[in-house]
């Protein structure tokens, strides 16, 4: 085991790199900065050139990567352009984007998985089919006209919750965004579930085990649950990090200065510092949540073993 996870760390080197090049390229062909800066009017030559000494944009563009990867490596993620270190901005913004994640992702996990075994047992069953329904509407309708009803509903004719976050949210105050914002991933953990649970069923082992007289709980939790559940491990170890990059309707629509808010400012200054070094960090989220997904299929099959 040890050895696995020294290769894939070591393996997670050039991802990052690699990554990172592509999106510091990608960010920079965006449009002139400096112009973002001046506004409408065009910016002075003598102040153009200056505000591209400052920030380092008058270097070659490789050597502008290089020195934001040296950079990096110290903790340095550069500075806005209006001045602010992007290190304090992700203070601000990356507590309550976990936060709201960690609500999503409670919700897929508890109810997505919680009704795919209930549909997965009961394939074929109104409630299998009353279900099945549920979810393709939720997967069909976007994440913004959910986010605005549920606003409208909760918020606004009910009171139960607050229209807007606060940007110190407490856990109970983002149930509402995290329901929003895990909709559409809760839709395919509930289905994922179903299927594989409902393929598992017909498996040799289900039927051995059901052979040699065990008790149906101990079939369905030590046996038929566990190995179901891997690709939904998978799909949900992927989805952390999508979900906090992709969290900017709903942080809009409910107004929380997270992760979503700060990109979306961000690309819309043309303010490369702080898109190239939010999406960094979330390509970290990305590669050590792939590693534990990983880890986690040992514990899950015990037939998988890793040198």
């Known amino acids: 085991m040890g050895r696995y996870v020294v290769r894939r760390l070591l393996q997670m080197v050039p991802v990052f790199v690699g990554s990172t090049l592509l999106i510091f390229l990608m960010v920079n062909v965006m449009g002139d900065p400096v112009a973002g800066l001046c506004g409408e009017r065009q910016c002075d030559p003598a102040t153009a050139a200056q505000l591209r000494r400052e920030f380092g944009l008058d270097k070659p563009l490789w050597q502008q990567y290089a020195t934001y990867m040296g950079n990096v490596f110290t903790g340095d993620f550069g500075t806005a ?28 996990v508890v109810v997505g998985v919680t009704l795919g075994v209930l549909t997965g047992l009961k394939r074929g069953r109104p409630v299998d089919t009353t279900v099945l329904l549920l979810t393709l ?56 579930t179903r299927t594989s649970l409902a393929e598992n069923r017909r498996s040799d082992y289900v039927r051995t085990a059901v052979a040699k007289g065990l008790p149906r709980h101990r079939v369905i939790t030590r046996h038929l649950l566990r190995n179901s559940l891997i690709p939904v491990v ?17 942080e809009r629509i409910f107004n929380i200065h997270g992760v979503g808010y700060q990109l979306y400012q961000g690309i819309l ?36 073993r890793y040198a």
């Not at 976007?142 to 607050?162: D, H, I, K």
């Not at 998978?234 to 709903?250: C, K, Q, W």
């Not at 390509?283 to 986690?296: G, P």
């Open 81 to 108: 352009f209006n001045g602010q270190r992007v290190t304090e901005l992700m203070a601000t913004a990356f507590p309550v984007t976990v936060r709201l994640t960690v609500v999503a992702v409670l919700f897929e």
């Open 137 to 192: 509407v939720v997967i069909s309708v976007p994440t913004f006209v959910t986010g605005l009803l549920l606003q409208l509903l909760f918020g606004v004719e009910w009171g139960w919750v607050r229209p807007s976050v606060p940007p110190d949210a407490t856990f109970g105050e983002l149930i509402v965004p995290g329901l929003v914002l895990a909709s559409v991933s809760l839709a395919y953990v509930t289905r994922l």
């Open 234 to 250: 998978t799909f949900i170890g992927t989805d952390i990090g999508a979900l906090m990059g992709g969290a900017i309707v709903t």
């Open 269 to 304: 200054r043309q303010n490369t510092q702080t898109v190239v070094g939010f999406v960094t960090v979330l390509v970290l989220v990305f590669l050590v949540a792939n590693l534990l997904v990983d880890l986690l299929y040992a514990v899950l099959d015990p037939r998988i």
